[in-house]
T-cell receptor, first 114, second 116 residues
Framework: SQKIEQNSEALNIQEGKTATLTCNYTNYSPAYLQWYRQDPGRGPVFLLLIRENEKEKRKERLKVTFDTTLKQSLFHITASQPADSATYLCAPADRGSTLGRLYFGRGTQLTVWP | ETGVTQTPRHLVMGMTNKKSLKCEQHLGHNAMYWYKQSAKKPLELMFVYNFKEQTENNSVPSRFSPECPNSSHLFLHLHTLQPEDSALYLC???????????????FGPGTRLTVL
């Protein structure tokens, strides 16, 4: 069965540094991968999507990479701010699903301290 | 706000009760989803509806019964639940346009369910 691992449950960094979150997947080959942010008591919010033929995608201070050989995606937040503190979820998509069925990782809780 | 609303936000029920969760999306999407989120576990997909038709049921126990009367509304009817069913139940919607839909999903705030 499909398995998604996000590097750690929690990551603590100082404001201004770059946060790097890792997502590894096994037992399937997603056509694309999404990253979501979830704040306490709220539903996940979509951040970025990267397709299998794209190596890198950027949006403002966010950068995502997708290495289909390593079966890994990296999510970077540059110049991190306390407001970036949240749980970040990796969601590779099921290639065989016309509805783009997503499998979610457990998430990494990021804390950015001043 | 994401355009997806859920009611109630919190629900406490006994194991013999019957209750329903409601989800409404104001985005004009054609697909809706129910997810379960338990502590320390990944989001688990429960049901998928596409154009009001159920297209996926991930081996969910029959004590959970979904209903999708139209493409904007989704219900989850609950009866004789167990304490281990306590979790955050999230509704989501997306616009699926065909064979390969790179669809981002829009989530509601969730219903925090506690089963006593």
């Amino acid at each position: 069965s499909q398995k998604i691992e996000q590097n750690s449950e929690a990551l603590n960094i100082q404001e201004g540094k770059t946060a790097t979150l890792t997502c590894n997947y096994t037992n399937y080959s997603p056509a694309y991968l999404q990253w979501y942010r979830q704040d306490p008591g709220r539903g996940p919010v979509f951040l970025l999507l990267i397709r299998e033929n794209e190596k890198e995608k950027r949006k403002e201070r966010l950068k995502v990479t997708f290495d289909t050989t390593l079966k890994q995606s990296l999510f970077h937040i540059t110049a991190s701010q306390p407001a970036d503190s949240a749980t970040y979820l990796c969601a590779p998509a099921d290639r065989g699903s016309t509805l783009g069925r997503l499998y979610f990782g457990r998430g990494t809780q990021l804390t950015v301290w001043p | 706000e994401t355009g997806v609303t859920q009611t109630p936000r919190h629900l406490v029920m006994g194991m013999t009760n019957k209750k329903s969760l409601k989800c409404e999306q104001h985005l004009g999407h054609n697909a809706m989803y129910w997810y379960k989120q338990s502590a320390k576990k990944p989001l688990e997909l429960m049901f998928v509806y596409n154009f009001k038709e159920q297209t996926e049921n991930n081996s969910v126990p029959s004590r959970f019964s979904p209903e999708c009367p139209n493409s904007s509304h989704l219900f989850l009817h609950l009866h004789t639940l167990q304490p281990e069913d306590s979790a955050l139940y999230l509704c989501a919607s997306s616009q699926n346009s065909g064979v390969r839909s790179y669809n981002e999903q829009f989530f509601g705030p969730g219903t925090r369910l506690t089963v006593l």
